[in-house]
């Protein structure tokens, strides 16, 4: 079974007119929001399945791959 890998989203806050349908959408769990009331922008989505960037009805949703966690013998990504 394929697992998505994990993405950051990025939002253009001067395009998002806070309709709240990336919210609405989002099957995260409760509390995967933003102060600004839309998706969370500052922690890795596991989920991926970016239906709100599909929805986003100014198409200012984007997303990059997450920088991989730390190990955990703190030999993380330099
Ligand atoms: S769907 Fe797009 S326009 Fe609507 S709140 Fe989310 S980012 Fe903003």
Redesign the pocket.
């Known amino acids: 079974m394929s697992k998505q890998q994990p993405v950051l989203f990025n939002?253009?806050w001067n395009?998002?007119?806070?309709?709240?349908?990336?919210?609405a959408i989002c099957p995260q769990e409760a509390g995967f929001v933003s102060p600004?009331?839309?998706?969370a922008v500052d922690r890795p989505c596991d989920i991926a399945c970016l239906l709100?960037e599909q929805?986003?009805?100014?198409?200012?949703?984007t997303h990059v791959p997450a920088p991989a966690p730390a190990t955990q013998n703190g030999a993380g990504v330099r």
């Open positions: 939002i253009g395009a998002c007119i806070n309709c709240g349908a990336c919210v600004f009331d839309t998706i709100c929805i986003c009805p100014v198409d200012t949703i």
